[in-house]
């Protein structure tokens, strides 16, 4: 089935420590987003990515970070230096020139 | 500063009647509006959509109407049904500035039986 995966459904950070979770796509679409919910924040945009080798900051880039090397796979670091990482991230996946997102089940991320 | 905005936090409907969700923006370079839904601990899926050339869009029980010089749209629910209890994002999308999808922060639906 095509889809997008992400892994792993629970994650725990120890402080000072980064932390990279996976988003992977067999849907052959260019473009890749990374998205951060909050409890009463709706969606924010942490990064995107339109084609390989290039990605754009959304709006609270800060703490975070990203590569894509392959067009199925757009991982998300988040360094140490995000201080409030605990919250719900979606990755998303698009063709490129349409609004239209598909997004992945989500990664729970928590501080222990 | 919110470009799109669902005033209202939660609407609770009874079982068959009509739910009405509201969505505001006010950047007028927008030009195609979706409506997700999104289930607690899962991944937001799509509902429909309607672009700026359009004031409605209907897809079964969802209609979303677009009122442009209000900068407004709205999704109907015709009849209403417990499954529909969900978080309901509403989307806009710029596709001039080819940017990703800006979000509202939701509005959850409660459909009483």
């Known amino acids: 089935d095509g889809g997008i995966t992400q892994s792993p459904k629970y994650l725990f950070r120890k402080e000072g420590q980064n932390v990279t979770l996976s988003c992977e796509q067999n849907l052959n679409h260019d473009a890749m987003y990374w998205y951060r919910q909050d409890p009463g924040q709706g969606l924010r945009l942490i990064y995107y990515s339109q084609i390989v080798n290039d990605f754009q900051k959304g709006d609270i880039a800060e703490g975070y970070s990203v590569s894509r090397e392959k067009k199925e796979s757009f991982p998300l670091t988040v360094t140490s230096a995000q201080k409030n990482p605990t919250a719900f991230y979606l990755c998303a996946s698009s063709h490129t020139g349409t609004p239209k997102l598909f997004f992945g089940s989500g990664t729970q991320l928590s501080v222990l | ?113």
Not at chain 2, 60 to 82: C, D, E, M
């Open chain 2, 1 to 113: 500063d919110q470009q799109v905005k669902q005033n209202s936090p939660s609407l609770s409907v009874q079982e068959g009647r009509i739910s009405i969700l509201n969505c505001d923006y006010t950047n007028s370079m927008f030009d195609y509006f979706l409506w997700y839904k999104k289930y607690p601990a899962e991944g937001p899926t799509f509902l429909i959509s309607i672009s700026s050339i359009k004031d409605k869009n209907e897809d079964g029980r969802f209609t979303v109407f677009l009122n442009k010089s209000a900068k407004h749209l709205s999704l109907h629910i015709v009849p209403s049904q417990p499954g529909d209890s969900a978080v309901y994002f509403c989307a806009a999308s710029a596709s001039q500035a080819g940017t990703a999808l800006i979000f509202g922060k939701g509005t959850t639906l409660s459909v009483s039986s």
